[in-house]
């Protein structure tokens, strides 16, 4: 169950005037980065995975 002082993104994005996050923002914060950070290609995972 959500705490009360929890705001969803859209709540955020209206309230607060964030931008929503797209759909390449965040494969680049959730995925490309932690690939860098870890000495990953990511051309060479994308061919691994079928992507």
Not at 14 to 25: H, P, R, V
Request: charged content about 30%; some cysteine; glycine content about 10%.
């Amino acid at each position: 169950m959500p705490s009360r002082t929890s705001r969803s993104p859209r709540t955020c994005a209206e309230g607060y005037g964030y931008l929503q996050l797209t759909e390449q923002a965040k494969r680049k914060i959730l995925g490309e980065n932690l690939l860098r950070l870890h000495g990953m290609d990511i051309d060479d995972t994308r061919a691994r995975l079928g992507r």
